[in-house]
């Protein structure tokens, strides 16, 4: 199986602060990292898909880069609602993998 | 507009099977060109994706519980549904169907089913 480790795992910010998480991937996976947000009792939301691109309806404050074993999601000014936690999933091959997420809360 | 809309048993007994039904609308599970996977998520063990099911009705079981699982689609009533054999208490877990937008990334997921074991 490919594994996929998150850094952090929490991290405290302010709104309006450039937040950056960070995804590393067991062996090459191409661009098959997808990103999402979870906020508590609701189900993940996709955020980016295939490493870089932005899921229709997302605001343009997020973006994903990367490739082959190390991927990053950045939030370029935090707002209250991305108080949240978020995971990136490999999608390279099944069984896919998620990694352990990354709690973002507020300073 | 998508919707998945699961049921099923939030509460099942040790070595028993559990069940649940993932009912879609605004897309067809056999003809709109997606796959569909179940997905659940523990404390202890995090987001962990359980199978694919494709358009075809052919399926996709991660192997940790393949000996277990099974994954169906009912074309007729538009739905898939997942059976999970001998449970325990390692099976307690939030449960949620979801589609795959493309090669593996899911955008529209379902509301999700807290399943219990214990007797």
């Keep these: ?107 | 507009q998508l919707q998945l809309q699961q049921s099923g048993s939030g509460l099942v007994k040790p070595s028993q099977t559990l069940s649940l039904t993932c009912a879609v609308s605004g897309d067809s599970i056999s003809s709109g060109g997606h796959s569909w996977s179940w997905i659940r998520q523990s404390p202890g063990k995090g987001l962990e994706w359980i199978a694919y099911v494709y358009p075809s009705g052919s399926t996709d079981y991660t192997p940790s519980l393949r000996s277990r699982v099974t994954v169906s689609l009912d074309r007729a009533k538009n739905h898939f549904s997942l059976e999970l054999d001998s449970v325990t208490a390692a099976d307690t877990a939030v449960y949620y169907c979801a589609r795959d937008l493309t090669s593996g990334a899911f955008d529209v997921w379902g509301q999700g089913t807290v399943v219990t074991v214990s007797s």
């Design chain 1, 1 to 107: 199986d490919i594994q996929v480790t998150q850094s952090p795992s929490s991290l405290s910010a302010s709104v309006g602060d450039r937040v950056t998480i960070t995804c590393r991937a067991s062996q090459d996976i191409r661009n098959y990292l997808n990103w999402y947000q979870q906020r508590p009792g609701r189900a993940p939301k996709l955020l980016i898909f295939a490493a870089f691109n932005l899921q229709s309806g997302v605001p343009s404050r997020f973006s994903g880069s990367g490739s082959e074993t190390e991927f990053t999601l950045a939030i370029s000014s935090l707002q209250p609602e991305d108080f949240a936690t978020y995971y990136c999933q490999q999608s390279y091959s099944t069984p896919l993998t998620f990694g352990g997420g990354t709690i973002v809360d507020i300073k």
